[in-house]
């Protein structure tokens, strides 16, 4: 969408300043419009994706709805592709019969692309779901609306079926009424009928190809899969993208700013006043852009004689004595230090600013919400680490050389509970 507006700009820009104001024209509304087109393609797949949990629960049985997903994917298609063409249809100067008949492909598309998602997943979710936990099968008939979860020892026999319901008949679990609670078509996900069967009839223990099958907790199987992990390189080059764009914005709007004091027009004392703002930008996301794109995830951090030694953070050496403990969260892993230990500095200056707006807020007699945590992570006696640069593998090692208290969450055969 941007795209078209942009490319109908450029005719339509002042000629009298040239084909460089055209084209910075055509540029802005692309820069403008980027961060607004990507909320929308978020919220897009964000509603057709299949609901993956509830509550603590996976969810492993829910209403498909294929059919509403392809019409969304081809409504989006015919929506983009009739923009960008309308586009470069108007700054061709082509007929108007072409235009109107593009405008008219985009005004049936776009309501179908913008509706139909929100619609079928309310209409899926209201047929009810069923979802699995070590604490036993939840069944749900509607969107937080969850009973207590029923033991695995409650169970009972789970009969072959491709409906949810059908599997359900006979279950002597005390949910008798269940299947007529989830919809006709609720359907298992592939694997989910044998799993749960199983884990009936022999308690559960997720296997590795159960856990990467049907995303559960690595922590639920005694014997968890490193491939099970979550994979996070689809949402760092997505981070990757935000920065650029954002540090981009920021630099164009400098050199605007700069354009306008060079011109010596009368109002460039209005340029110079603002153009703090993206030059502030600027120093805070250049760097973050290039820790960014320096940091290997992997390498998050060495053991030592002398102490944990973070890479990640670029917080260097943490010595054993000022290592209060480490603390491990299904794989998040957390070095908390003492109050006497020399504190964190968080090397993000746009971090480092928040917390000083958020301190100062907090003595205000109308106290006003500051950015939030954003993308805070350090504390002054708070190191995290997640999952997937796998620092837990560290733990075991830095209780041994160091002798650090280590403590994790309950056991699988905790959470399990006792054997029927």
């Given at each position: 969408?941007?795209?078209?507006?942009?490319?109908?700009?450029?005719?339509?820009a002042d000629g009298?300043?040239?084909?460089?104001?055209?084209?910075?024209?055509?540029?802005?509304v692309l820069m403008?419009?980027?961060?607004?087109?990507?909320?929308?393609?978020?919220?897009?797949?964000?509603?057709?994706?299949?609901?993956?949990?509830?509550?603590?629960?996976?969810?492993?049985?829910?209403?498909?709805?294929?059919?509403?997903?392809?019409?969304?994917?081809?409504?989006?298609?015919?929506?983009?592709?009739?923009?960008?063409?309308?586009?470069?249809?108007?700054?061709?100067?082509?007929?108007?019969?072409?235009?109107?008949?593009?405008?008219?492909?985009?005004?049936?598309?776009?309501?179908?692309?913008?509706?139909?998602?929100?619609?079928?997943?309310?209409?899926?979710?209201?047929?009810?779901?069923?979802?699995v936990s070590p604490?036993?099968?939840?069944?749900?008939?509607?969107?937080?609306?969850?009973?207590?979860?029923?033991?695995?020892?409650?169970?009972?026999?789970?009969?072959?079926?491709?409906?949810?319901?059908?599997?359900?008949?006979?279950?002597?679990?005390?949910?008798?009424?269940?299947?007529?609670?989830?919809?006709?078509?609720?359907?298992?996900?592939?694997?989910?009928?044998?799993?749960?069967?199983?884990?009936?009839?022999?308690?559960?223990?997720?296997?590795?190809?159960?856990?990467?099958?049907?995303?559960?907790?690595?922590?639920?199987?005694?014997?968890?899969?490193?491939?099970?992990?979550?994979?996070?390189?689809?949402?760092?080059?997505?981070?990757?993208?935000?920065?650029?764009?954002?540090?981009?914005?920021?630099?164009?709007?400098?050199?605007?700013?700069?354009?306008?004091?060079?011109?010596?027009?009368?109002?460039?004392?209005?340029?110079?006043?603002?153009?703090?703002?993206?030059?502030?930008?600027?120093?805070?996301?250049?760097?973050?852009?290039?820790?960014?794109?320096?940091?290997?995830?992997?390498?998050?951090?060495?053991?030592?004689?002398?102490?944990?030694?973070?890479?990640?953070?670029?917080?260097?050496?943490?010595?054993?004595?000022?290592?209060?403990?480490?603390?491990?969260?299904?794989?998040?892993?957390?070095?908390?230090?003492?109050?006497?230990?020399?504190?964190?500095?968080?090397?993000?200056?746009?971090?480092?600013?928040?917390?000083?707006?958020?301190?100062?807020?907090?003595?205000?007699?109308?106290?006003?919400?500051?950015?939030?945590?954003?993308?805070?992570?350090?504390?002054?006696?708070?190191?995290?680490?997640?999952?997937?640069?796998?620092?837990?593998?560290?733990?075991?090692?830095?209780?041994?050389?160091?002798?650090?208290?280590?403590?994790?969450?309950?056991?699988?055969?905790?959470?399990?509970?006792?054997?029927?």
């Amino acid at each position: 969408m941007q795209l078209s507006l942009a490319l109908g700009a450029v005719p339509f820009a002042d000629g009298d300043r040239g084909v460089g104001v055209r084209l910075a024209a055509a540029l802005g509304v692309l820069m403008l419009g980027a961060i607004i087109w990507a909320s929308t393609l978020a919220g897009f797949h964000r509603d057709l994706r299949d609901p993956r949990r509830l509550d603590d629960a996976v969810i492993v049985a829910h209403r498909p709805r294929q059919l509403a997903i392809i019409v969304s994917w081809v409504a989006m298609a015919l929506t983009v592709i009739s923009l960008i063409a309308f586009g470069i249809s108007a700054s061709a100067q082509a007929q108007g019969g072409l235009a109107a008949s593009l405008l008219l492909t985009v005004l049936v598309a776009l309501p179908v692309a913008t509706a139909l998602p929100g619609l079928s997943r309310r209409y899926a979710e209201g047929a009810g779901v069923i979802a699995v936990s070590p604490a036993g099968l939840t069944i749900a008939t509607a969107r937080g609306d969850a009973p207590e979860p029923v033991p695995w020892s409650r169970v009972g026999t789970v009969r072959p079926s491709r409906s949810a319901a059908g599997s359900l008949v006979n279950v002597g679990c005390g949910v008798r009424d269940a299947p007529d609670g989830l919809g006709a078509r609720v359907r298992w996900r592939p694997g989910a009928q044998r799993a749960v069967a199983r884990w009936a009839a022999e308690g559960f223990v997720p296997t590795a190809a159960e856990v990467r099958a049907l995303d559960l907790e690595s922590s639920w199987s005694p014997d968890p899969d490193p491939d099970a992990l979550p994979r996070s390189r689809g949402g760092r080059w997505a981070g990757l993208a935000a920065l650029a764009w954002a540090l981009l914005a920021c630099l164009l709007m400098v050199l605007g700013f700069l354009a306008v004091i060079v011109q010596g027009d009368e109002s460039w004392w209005v340029g110079l006043l603002l153009a703090w703002a993206p030059v502030l930008g600027a120093v805070i996301l250049a760097p973050r852009l290039w820790r960014e794109l320096r940091a290997d995830p992997r390498r998050c951090a060495t053991i030592t004689s002398q102490g944990w030694f973070d890479l990640l953070h670029g917080q260097g050496l943490v010595r054993w004595e000022h290592i209060e403990r480490i603390e491990v969260h299904q794989r998040h892993t957390v070095v908390l230090t003492r109050g006497s230990a020399p504190p964190f500095r968080d090397r993000d200056l746009g971090n480092r600013l928040n917390h000083r707006l958020e301190d100062a807020m907090r003595s205000s007699p109308r106290p006003l919400p500051s950015a939030g945590p954003l993308f805070r992570e350090i504390g002054p006696h708070h190191l995290p680490y997640r999952p997937e640069t796998r620092a837990f593998d560290l733990v075991d090692r830095a209780a041994e050389v160091g002798g650090i208290d280590v403590r994790r969450p309950p056991t699988f055969e905790e959470m399990r509970g006792p054997r029927r």
